[in-house]
C-alpha cells in the first residue's frame, strides 16, 4: 500500500466546499487503487490573513515543503481587496509558488463532449480538442532585470522590464514540454517570437538542441503570433505547447477558453523536485460562497492532475477523469454549466453522484 501525505490549502470562498470533495474523491480511489492519503489542512489567503495577519504564514510554506503533494483550491475575497499588497491573499500565491520554486504550470483545455455547447467557437472547431499548455512560471519578463519606471534625461518617465532567459531555465521547461507529450499525444509545439527577440532565439536553439533526447517527441516551432491565430482557427492541431511566461499567460487562457466553462478547468505547477501543487484555474467564487452552489469538479480534475504529474497513479487518474464525463453524461450540472434539459444540483448533490459513479 502506498502513503501520500498531501497539504490541503482550502483558503476562502468555495473553497472549503470544493476540497472537501475532492478530499472524498480521493478516499474513494484510494481504497480502489492501493494507496492512501495522509492530510494535513493549512491557512493560506485570507483565512490566513485573519488568522496570523499574513497571507502565507511560514508553517503553511514548510508543511506543504513536507509533503508530497499540495492540493489548493483557491483565495481572496471582497474582504482584503483593499489590504496593501504585502498582505493580500494573492500575495500568498505568489509566495507559494517562489517558496517550493514551482517554475512550470500545466494547463489543460480540453472540450468535454457533454459541455461543446458552453464554447463560444463552432462545435466542428471546438470538437475533439485536448491542449496541454505548459507555461515557465518564475522567469521571462515578469522577473528580469532592469525592471522599473525610470526618468530619462530629459525628465520624461520611461517603463522598462526586461524579457531574460538563461539556458538552464529553457532547458527545465523545455524538459518538462518533452516529458508531458510524452505522457500525450507525442506532439511538442514550442512557441516563441525568435524572429524578432534574442531570448526567444536562444529559446528556439535550445528546444531543438534537446530534441534528440526525446525521439518519441515530434517538436515543432510556432511564433506566439502565429500560435494565438491557430488556436482559435484550429485548435485540434495542437497537442502540447511549451511556451516562455508572458506568451505562456496568455495562450493558457485563450486555450482554456475554447472550452467555454471555468468551472472545469484544473491546473498543476511543478518544481525540479519537491511537491507540486494542483489547483483550479477559478478563483474563490465569492459571489456564491456558502450556498451549495460550487461546480466541484475543476478541483476534483485538480486530484486526477495530482494522481497523474505527481503520484504515478495514472489509472487512478483515468477514473477520476471518466468519473466526471459520467456524471455529465447522466445530465448533472452545476448552475455555472447549466444548460436546457439538464438537471441542475448543488456542490453537494454533484458529490454524491460522482462519488456513486466511482464508487462502482
Ligand atoms: P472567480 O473565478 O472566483 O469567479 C468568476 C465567476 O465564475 C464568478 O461569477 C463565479 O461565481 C464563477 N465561478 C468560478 N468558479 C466557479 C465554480 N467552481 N463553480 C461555479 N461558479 C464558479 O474570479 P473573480 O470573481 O475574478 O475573483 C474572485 C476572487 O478570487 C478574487 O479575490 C480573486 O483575486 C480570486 N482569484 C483567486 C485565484 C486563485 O486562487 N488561484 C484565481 C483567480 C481569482
Known amino acids: 500500500m502506498m502513503n ?47 488568522a496570523t495577519g499574513e497571507p502565507l504564514p511560514s508553517q503553511t510554506l514548510q508543511m506543504c515543503r513536507n509533503s508530497d503533494a499540495v492540493l489548493l483550491a483557491a483565495i481572496g475575497g471582497y474582504k482584503w481587496d483593499n489590504l496593501p499588497r504585502h498582505q493580500r491573499p494573492e500575495t500568498g500565491l505568489l509566495g507559494l509558488r517562489a517558496g517550493l520554486g514551482l517554475f512550470a504550470n500545466l494547463r489543460p483545455a480540453k472540450i468535454l463532449p457533454q459541455l461543446i455547447d458552453a464554447s463560444t467557437l463552432k462545435r466542428e472547431i471546438v470538437e475533439g480538442v485536448d491542449i496541454m499548455v505548459v507555461r515557465e512560471l518564475t522567469g521571462g519578463v515578469y522577473f528580469g532585470t532592469p525592471k522599473g519606471v525610470f ?6 518617465k520611461r517603463g522598462v522590464n526586461t524579457m531574460a532567459y538563461t539556458e538552464s531555465e529553457v532547458d527545465r521547461i523545455a524538459r518538462v514540454g518533452f516529458e ?32 534528440p533526447e526525446y525521439p518519441d517527441v515530434e517538436l515543432s516551432h510556432l511564433y506566439v503570433d502565429n500560435a494565438a491565430m491557430q488556436l482559435v482557427r484550429w485548435p485540434k492541431q495542437f497537442d502540447t505547447i511549451v511556451t516562455g511566461n508572458l506568451f505562456g499567460d496568455i495562450l493558457s487562457d485563450a486555450a ?42 475543476a478541483q476534483v480534475l485538480s486530484v486526477a492532475m495530482m494522481l497523474r504529474y505527481a503520484l504515478e497513479q495514472p489509472v487512478a487518474a483515468d477514473k477520476i477523469e471518466k468519473g466526471v464525463l459520467e456524471v455529465l453524461e447522466q445530465g448533472y450540472r452545476t448552475g455555472d454549466i447549466m444548460s436546457e434539459g439538464m438537471k441542475q444540483v448543488g456542490c453537494k448533490e454533484m458529490a454524491e453522484v460522482l462519488l456513486k459513479v466511482l464508487s462502482v
Not at 476562502?12 to 474523491?25: C, F
Not at 526618468?151 to 520624461?156: A, H, I, L, P, S
Not at 518544481?271 to 477559478?282: D, I
Open 180 to 211: 508531458t507529450a510524452q505522457k500525450r499525444g507525442g506532439n511538442l509545439c514550442s512557441v516563441d517570437k525568435a524572429n524578432v527577440l534574442e531570448v526567444s532565439q536562444l529559446w528556439r536553439d535550445r528546444v531543438t538542441q534537446l530534441a
Open 256 to 297: 482554456a477558453m475554447l472550452t467555454g466553462s471555468i468551472g472545469m478547468l484544473p491546473s498543476a505547477s511543478l518544481g525540479a523536485s519537491g511537491p507540486g501543487v494542483f489547483e483550479p484555474v477559478h478563483g474563490s467564487a465569492p459571489d456564491i460562497a456558502g450556498q451549495d452552489k460550487a461546480n466541484p469538479l
Open 151 to 156: 526618468e530619462t534625461e530629459t525628465g520624461e
Open 4 to 50: 501520500y501525505r498531501i497539504t490541503l490549502l482550502p483558503g476562502d470562498g468555495i473553497g472549503p466546499e470544493i476540497m472537501a470533495v475532492a478530499v472524498d474523491v480521493l478516499k474513494v480511489v484510494g481504497g480502489q487503487f492501493n494507496f492512501q492519503c495522509e492530510f494535513q489542512e493549512a491557512p493560506i489567503g485570507g483565512v490566513a490573513i485573519d
